[in-house]
């Protein structure tokens, strides 16, 4: 093939005359079938003096080339011209032998492109086809090399484990089972080096997070043989504690009139983001040594299970000790990006249900909970920014179930959630208290929106500790004197979300409210039917209403006859009047989610 063809012809496709665009792009399309012109492609985009726009527009053009055609080594019997081509070994060979070169040379905006090639490739060819690949990258992961090369190196190695990320053990075990023998001792000395650089050197941070991301990849679904072993997998704990507790350059630290998302996405936070959630992950799948000797010891991983006792016994309390501090810092004013913190919180919220964890994190909880989940639940400055221009949309994103997992308001509203219902006697009642404060203080005139939003907030996501269980009697009457000294009077605030916020808590307690009618009717339903103002958002006030009404018709007021409906479970049978306890598992657990996402 003619290399100056092809460049003339991926130069025109960025030409601003149509004809000449589409007379390249047919151009290249007549091309595909012709021996060599698919190597011949792939020389002229990794040329260096081919220029920067051109190389781009021909990267992804191989691109679509790989995943349209790689699969395939044979033609379809009775095809399309387009599916008789079948890419030659040759061809495969020689991409196969020069992807990883291709990568180490790239730019920041070609290099994601190859790497998805690569991750097509890899996953059709390896380790089969592929057999001198694995010693190409590793070879290139030396701290005395170049930053490119190892770079490029890395980003190889992340493409191949991402392949495995979400695999079955028994597709996983083998490529993994010679990757990670061959790479990790390299990546070892390289995590050192970056770790040893100053704070703000980005292209240490970048091979770090790259290294990071390997790990992630590597046990996201299981910890592999390799990493089974005690001093290896002690050694990446100590790495990854490292990478967390490293400085972040003074920059980042404060955040100013700067967009939190956009610094949350600076590179020193990224690195600390993808290890705690390693973190996260290995803590919830081994930190319970009993859940875990239950789960693998039958199936022949008692590697696993070892593991489990090591994390339990030598690593978790020291990584809740390092998140409760990180933590301490966002209460002090210290900048924390949103992701961070909610994989810090589900750490913690995963040590709530382990004795061993609890009792470092007991005489610190209502600190955690007054000064760093409460303020995260306060309607802040975004909040107020997206309320008056565009209300409506506020609403919609209150109840949007993706916010569940990236939400720090929703994983603090899950923490506090469970340390209330599996810690009930250290922490509820001190939580229930708190919010008072905050509901008389603004009665009082001394406290902000912000801080009654927040308490509401709180008080409606604990409505599960209030009106289930054992305690639900003796808190009836303290719930019942809450939403008419507090949440009632807030129907008639001048702020609208403050406003949206108490409709909210009242259909939280509806099972409450529709037990006594007088209480309803005569105490609360003039309050509903004060809050429809044209300035007020409704919707949010209309499902309240809603709600207590559907409870009415569940349980029946008094003196009427309950409506038993038509056998579907919609009447006052035996399942309605047990409330959430004749929900399953599952559904108990989407209502959690639901309450803390609103």
């Not at 691109?63 to 399309?80: A, S």
């Not at 190196?153 to 493409?159: F, G, K, N, Q, S």
């Not at 597709?171 to 970056?194: D, H, S, W, Y």
């Not at 990478?243 to 939190?260: F, M, T, Y």
Request: positive net charge.
């Amino acid at each position: 093939m003619d290399l100056q063809a092809i460049y003339a012809a991926l130069a025109s496709t960025l030409s601003p005359d149509q004809q000449q665009r589409q007379a390249a792009e047919a151009a290249l399309k007549g091309w595909e079938g012709v021996p060599g012109y698919v190597s011949s492609l792939f020389r002229v985009v990794n040329s260096a003096e081919v220029a920067v726009e051109v190389r781009q527009a021909g990267i992804v053009y191989f691109k679509n080339i790989v995943n349209k055609h790689w699969d395939r080594e044979d033609p379809i019997p009775g095809g399309t011209p387009e599916q008789q081509w079948v890419i030659s070994q040759d061809e495969r060979n020689f991409v196969r032998s020069s992807i990883v070169e291709a990568l180490v040379h790239a730019d920041s905006k070609c290099r994601p492109v190859i790497a998805e090639s690569l991750r097509r490739i890899a996953g059709q060819d390896f380790p089969d086809k592929m057999p001198t690949f694995l010693q190409e990258v590793a070879q290139r992961l030396d701290v005395s090399a170049p930053p490119e090369q190892i770079l490029g190196a890395l980003i190889a190695l992340r493409v191949l484990t991402k392949n495995y990320e979400y695999a079955s053990s028994e597709k996983r075990n083998g490529p993994l089972g010679q990757i990670l023998p061959t790479c990790f001792p390299r990546m070892v000395p390289l995590m050192e080096a970056t770790l040893a650089a100053p704070p703000g050197d980005e292209k240490a941070a970048e091979m770090q997070k790259v290294m990071i991301k390997v790990v992630w990849s590597s046990l996201h679904q299981s910890v592999p043989l390799y990493l089974q072993d005690g001093q290896i997998f002690m050694q990446w704990m100590h790495l990854i504690y490292r990478v967390i507790e490293a400085p972040v350059p003074d920059s980042c630290k404060v955040l100013g009139d700067r967009d939190p998302d956009e610094l949350g996405k600076v590179i020193f936070w990224k690195c600390k983001r993808w290890a705690a959630q390693i973190l996260h992950r290995l803590f919830q799948k081994y930190g319970n040594p009993k859940q875990a000797e239950k789960h693998f010891k039958d199936k022949g991983r008692e590697g696993e299970v070892v593991l489990s006792r090591a994390f339990h016994d030598q690593l978790a309390n020291s990584f809740l000790q390092m998140f409760m501090n990180m933590l301490a810092t966002k209460a002090q004013g210290q900048f924390l990006p949103e992701r961070f913190v909610v994989e810090a919180l589900n750490y913690l919220q995963t040590a709530v249900t382990l004795a061993k964890t609890w009792q470092d994190m007991k005489p610190n909880c209502m600190a955690l909970i007054s000064h760093v989940l409460f303020p995260i639940m306060c309607f802040d400055e975004q909040d107020k920014e997206l309320w008056e221009e565009d209300p409506h949309e506020f609403v919609r994103k209150s109840y949007d179930i993706m916010e569940d997992y990236t939400s720090q308001r929703v994983a603090a509203c899950n923490l506090i959630i469970d340390l209330c219902k599996k810690r009930t006697q250290t922490t509820l009642v001190p939580t229930l208290e708190m919010c008072v404060g905050h509901m008389k203080a603004f009665a009082e005139g001394s406290s902000n929106p912000s801080a009654l939003d927040g308490a509401m907030h709180c008080v409606g996501a604990l409505q599960g500790s209030l009106q289930q269980g054992k305690l639900a009697a003796q808190y009836e009457p303290q719930v019942k004197w809450l939403l008419v000294t507090y949440v009632a009077p807030a129907f008639q605030a001048e702020q609208g979300h403050v406003r949206s916020r108490a409709a909210w808590t009242a259909a939280q307690f509806a099972q409450t409210i529709s037990k006594d009618a007088t209480f309803s009717q005569q105490v609360l339903a003039p309050r509903f039917a004060r809050c429809f103002p044209p300035f007020c958002v409704c919707s949010v006030c209309a499902r309240a209403r809603a709600r207590v009404r559907v409870m009415h018709t569940r349980v029946g007021a008094p003196g009427e006859q309950p409506n038993r409906g038509s056998g579907n479970g919609e009447g006052t049978g035996r399942g309605n009047r047990r409330g959430n306890s004749s929900l399953t598992r599952e559904q108990q657990g989407a209502q959690k989610a639901g309450t803390a996402r609103r």
